[in-house]
């Protein structure tokens, strides 16, 4: 995911969902294409040194081109060298639907996770702080006490819908208090 720029939104879910339903049907007919043939050299029924030692011959003489198809998964190779050139570690991933399977299991915890309380705490990093600081120009948006009128003021950032409430860690919803704004109103919101 992480190489290949793969996010974990609901829109790259689709598509990779989108590529094991295409693996998924690749499978289904080489599979069918299997049982069709197993079904022909059954129906036929050979004796077996001719199965065993003629097999192709057999099969081109009642018309049938054997098919050596398999599904041709991708297969990376990721090689990590280090600096000196001394150790280096090799990880094989093929594209197959296992592969897939846990692609798609990994996108929707996240994205689950994105949704959850946990996630959107989560998504409250200090690089975002200090961005939505910025944007209210390092002042309270309750009392309009700033950074310029008091240097040691400590400003907070909060959730304008909580977090709680179903409130999202964007910057639309949230807003800069100096503290003693932002204690006031967790009080109460919490004795509502
Ligand atoms: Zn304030």
Same mark, same amino acid.
């Given at each position: ?28 007919? @080489? #599979?069918?294409? %299997? /049982? ?15 199965? $065993? ?18 599904v041709p998964y991708p297969v990376y190779v990721f090689e990590y060298v280090s600096a000196g050139g001394n150790s280096?570690?090799?990880?094989? @991933? #093929?594209?197959? %639907? /296992? ?15 994105? $949704? ?77």
């Amino acid at each position: 995911m992480k190489y290949f720029g793969i996010k974990a939104t609901e829109t790259d879910l689709a598509d990779v969902e989108r590529l094991g339903d295409g693996i998924t049907r690749l499978e289904d007919a @080489v #599979t069918n294409l %299997r /049982q069709r043939e197993a079904g022909i050299t059954q129906s036929v029924n050979p004796p077996k040194f001719i199965m $065993k030692h003629y097999v192709g011959e057999f099969m081109r003489q009642v018309g049938v081109e054997l098919s050596p198809i398999t599904v041709p998964y991708p297969v990376y190779v990721f090689e990590y060298v280090s600096a000196g050139g001394n150790s280096s570690q090799r990880t094989i @991933v #093929t594209l197959n %639907r /296992q592969t897939i399977d846990a692609m798609i299991e990994t996108m929707s915890q996240r994205i689950r996770f994105r $949704k959850s309380v946990a996630g959107q705490r989560a998504l409250m990093t200090s690089r975002l702080r200090s961005m939505i600081k910025a944007r209210d120009n390092h002042t309270c948006r309750y009392c309009s006490i700033s950074i310029a009128a008091e240097p040691h003021l400590l400003l907070e950032v909060d959730h304008i819908i909580p977090v709680s409430k179903g409130g999202l860690t964007a910057p639309e919803n949230l807003q800069t208090l100096c503290w003693r704004c932002n204690r006031a109103k967790s009080n109460k919101v919490i004795s509502r």
